[in-house]
DNA sequence: AAAAAAT
């Protein structure tokens, strides 16, 4: 089915410079164990001694551990016990330790019960209970690295510990997902992972179950330092939205119920105390949008010194121009582990081969995965080109909402998201749609947080069921029932058209997604037919016209992506390894998702290989 | 040229 990808990312290198200048005159000189006797290690903070043994927020109720090994670091204060040090140490799968937790002031709210309060009973109230498992039968997927940990078959076949089982029996997760069950035993087993894998294929869960177990195991878990109004996370999740953080911290949380450990999410356009007083109660996993990160650790409220795990959604987007330097300050600049001392891993369902390249900068002897679309022989998106000229893209737009109430294809539980170009079309466009009577609203950078989280709420509960949005919707974002994207304007990038069709079709169901093109999108013509023609798509005479009458340096499909798959190790190009070592890649294997490699044979990799190159 | 992300 589909191929993903372009050449068209030409980027510019990034600047990222004049950062991290202020950040180490405030650090201390505590090290922590895991990057003692490194060669160039950053000069880590310590434990002012005035501070040891005070009242610091950065602890955990009901979990054992006496802070032994830690010079410098004072008693624990257990808050909400009256100082009892040294609690439990129970196993680390034990659910019972956290008693206290309940007991104490904060009780953890419970995840599984106030999910979408304002949908339907039965229909969005398990939105990650409708996989379509049978969808995910037949995913081809593709390994290469060295000595790539095999995939397990059930979430039994590795021992997560009974809190995580009990979760993953509460989110109604009956068997892996393909990316699950390749991502899981190759983070178990401590290997960076770049992955190229559909978001709604269970990817959030895929990076979170490895992590929770880990910090479970963990003996930084029970023994963390203590410095007052300083967070030490030992997980850090980044996204390029404030929307998709959001997102993943509250799965995240369904997966970390009852275990102890704590998720904090922090996002810019919300006011940053309480989440200074979220991280302060302590943080063991930290969901955050980068801005709002770089803030808090130039406040130096956060230190990422004891992260063990560094996971990128959207990665690609996260170090494309507009990132890149920033990501940079935090993974490289300030002092997070190195990798191979932390665990990196990176998740888009397009991945470039410029980025892969500037990723690799943040990655160790990692493994490249990549899982073919749900639904890749089934077509669960069809896909629609329309030509419409610029003047006429309402009234079409009018015409398609008319005929889906026709269809009887509406209400509450259809919804409708209209993708546009500029934050100024999409005001224009949503009040345009509420005067002629289609319920909408609109969600993009320039409005408050407050107004975004709002537009979105509004949508997914069904009651304005037409969505209008910028990129800002574009990725990740898990939306039940969206039956329809229409791409009012095109985007330049056929990745970020991948990204918005993704947002149907989810979970391994259908979906519809219509585009309007025009001469303003020449060139994407090329991509766009190329794209739709390996998807099995029916591409209109004209738009073949098109294609073959643009230019074909740019966007040209190619290298960076291909086939059934969002991408392909760049590792393997010729290019690559011309001038250097050629032991670094480690060889490649090809699968289905499930049982043995029936059904792709022989010729399926050497075809898809000369597709690629 | 536009979008996103800190205040």
């Known amino acids: 089915m589909p191929i993903y990808g372009s050449d068209s990312y030409e980027k510019a290198p990034a600047g990222g410079g004049g950062m991290g200048a202020n950040y180490r005159g405030s650090r201390s000189s505590y090290v922590p164990p ?53 609690r439990g140490g129970g196993g680390w799968n034990n659910t019972n330790r956290n008693n206290g937790w309940d007991r ?114 963990s003996s930084e878990y029970a023994q963390r330092q203590r410095v007052p109004r300083m967070a030490f996370p030992l997980a850090l999740i980044l996204s390029p939205t404030r929307e998709l953080s959001i997102q993943i911290h509250e799965e995240a949380k369904k997966f970390a119920y009852q275990t102890g450990v704590r998720v904090v999410v922090a996002y810019g356009g919300a006011p940053i105390n309480l989440q200074l007083r979220d991280l302060e109660r302590g943080v063991d996993i930290l969901v955050a949008t980068p801005g709002r990160l770089v803030d808090l650790l130039e406040r130096a409220r956060v230190s990422l010194q004891m992260i063990k795990y560094l996971a990128l959604d959207e990665a690609d987007r996260m170090l494309d121009m507009g990132f890149e330097p920033q990501i940079r300050k935090i993974v490289e600049q300030m002092d997070m582990p190195r990798p191979g001392v932390r665990q990196t891993m990176l998740f888009s369902a397009t991945f470039p081969k410029e980025i892969q390249r500037l990723a690799a900068d943040f990655l160790s002897d990692y493994v490249f995965l990549a899982v073919g679309r749900v639904g890749s022989s089934t ?67 320039d409005r408050t947080q407050q107004e975004r989280e709002y537009a979105l709420r509004s949508f997914k509960s069904g ?74 798509q029916e591409v209109p005479a004209w738009l073949s016209r098109f294609a073959a009458r643009s230019f074909h340096g740019k966007n040209r499909r190619g290298g960076s992506s291909g086939g059934k798959f969002g991408g392909r190790d760049f590792r393997r190009d010729a290019s690559f390894n011309r001038g250097g070592g050629t032991d670094f890649y480690g060889g490649v294997q090809i699968n ?12 399926y990799g050497s075809n898809v290989t000369s597709a690629w190159d």
């Open 104 to 217: 104490g002031r904060e009780r953890e709210a419970n995840p599984f019960q106030d999910d979408d309060v304002d949908v339907e009973p039965g229909i969005g109230s398990h939105e990650n209970t409708g996989i379509n498992f049978d969808a995910y039968e037949d995913i081809p997927v593709e390994t290469s690295g060295k000595n790539v940990p095999p995939p397990v078959n059930t979430f039994a076949d590795i021992d997560l510990g009974d809190a995580l089982n009990l979760n993953i029996k509460r989110c109604k997760y009956v068997k892996p997902t393909p990316v699950q069950r390749y991502t899981i035993p190759i983070s178990i087993a401590g290997r960076d992972l770049m992955a190229c894998a559909q978001t709604g294929s269970g990817k959030t869960a895929a990076f979170c179950f490895p992590i929770i177990s880990g910090i479970l195991k």
């Open 34 to 86: 895991h990057i003692r006797n490194r060669p160039q290690s950053v000069d880590p903070p310590a434990v002012p001694n005035s501070y040891a043994g005070a009242a610091l927020g950065n602890d955990r109720q009901g979990y054992g551990a006496t802070g032994g090994g830690f010079h410098n670091v004072g008693p624990r204060n257990d808050r909400n016990f009256g100082g009892g040090g040294g």
């Open 463 to 536: 009651i304005t069921p037409i969505l209008v949005a910028t990129d800002v919707a574009a990725r990740g974002l898990d939306i039940p029932h969206v039956a329809h994207v229409v791409n009012f304007d095109l985007p330049n990038d056929i990745d970020d058209y991948v990204h918005r069709i993704g947002r149907t079709g989810r979970a391994g169901k259908s979906g519809l997604a219509t585009a309007f093109f025009n001469e303003n999108n020449s060139s994407l013509a090329r991509p766009l037919a190329d794209l739709m023609q390996e998807a099995n």
């Open 592 to 603: 289905n998702g499930y049982g043995s490699s029936g059904g792709y044979g022989g010729g």
């Open 379 to 445: 077509d669960l998106i069809v896909q629609r080109v329309e030509y419409v000229l610029e003047t006429d893209k309402r009234s079409h737009l009018m015409d398609l909402l008319h005929a889906q109430i026709a269809n009887g294809v509406h209400g509450k539980h259809t919804l409708t998201l209209v993708f546009v170009e500029t934050k100024k079309g999409a005001d224009s466009l949503e009040h345009w749609l509420c005067v002629n009577g289609f319920p909408a609203t609109a969600i993009h950078g």
